[in-house]
């Protein structure tokens, strides 16, 4: 009997701290009745306390499968960081936040130039290259408390926490800048990258649609002034 008792405690070590628990309180309770059990009464315990582990490790699975779908559902597969919806999930948190300790902050869009004629000339691939690269380094300058996302295909967002307006326009206008110029080399061919920018402020009571409107509309502005800019020194 002691074996067979030495047994199930061997088997209990190999399963999760629930079922291990079960069983601890299983063999108590057995001890303090006095409970005696033939080999066969130990071997159904065991099958019992076999069948919860494996039902509590499939539970287990099952959550670490919905968790996983959920976080593709809110993520850009090609670059790593939220897409739209995670942006929206993202941006009600902050609103909330923003609600709470009464603060503002500034949404800021971005828009790749010429991204369609960098596919047509280079290939998707390297269009694929730019959209990460492009992600990395905004990621890179903004703050961890700040959100950047891909919300279409040559389209970013960043959520810039904390601020007003004039600051955050400044540091969406610092982010332009760092874009405008840079190169990067996909196949020994070296591509110039640059974008458009616009941005609008929030805060608690603000309507994330009228904000994507507004962010949307001021990016354009910059599209048309910077076209008209280039045309005039043409």
Known sequence: MIEQAASVKN???DINPYVSTLASKLMRTAADA??????TGWELITEVLSYAAAAEQRMSEQDDRISFLEQLSVTDELTGIPNRRGLRISLGQILAASARHRETGTLGF???????????IHGHMAGDAVLRFVAKKLKALV??????????G???AVVLTRCDFDQGKKRIKRLQQDI????????????????????????????PSDMFDDADKSMYR???????????TA
């Open 222 to 232: 910059n599209k048309q002034q910077r076209h008209t800019a280039l045309v005039k």
């Open 180 to 207: 405008n110029g840079s190169i990067v080399t996909h196949a020994g061919v070296e591509i110039e990258v640059s974008c458009s920018v616009g941005c609008t402020a929030f805060d608690g009571k603000s309507d």
């Open 11 to 13: 088997n209990r070590a």
């Open 110 to 120: 971005i828009d790749l130039d010429s991204f369609k004629e960098i596919n047509d």
């Open 154 to 156: 040559d389209e970013f």
């Open 143 to 152: 703050r961890p408390t700040d959100t950047v996302a891909r919300i279409a």
């Open 34 to 39: 006095e409970l005696k059990f033939d080999s």
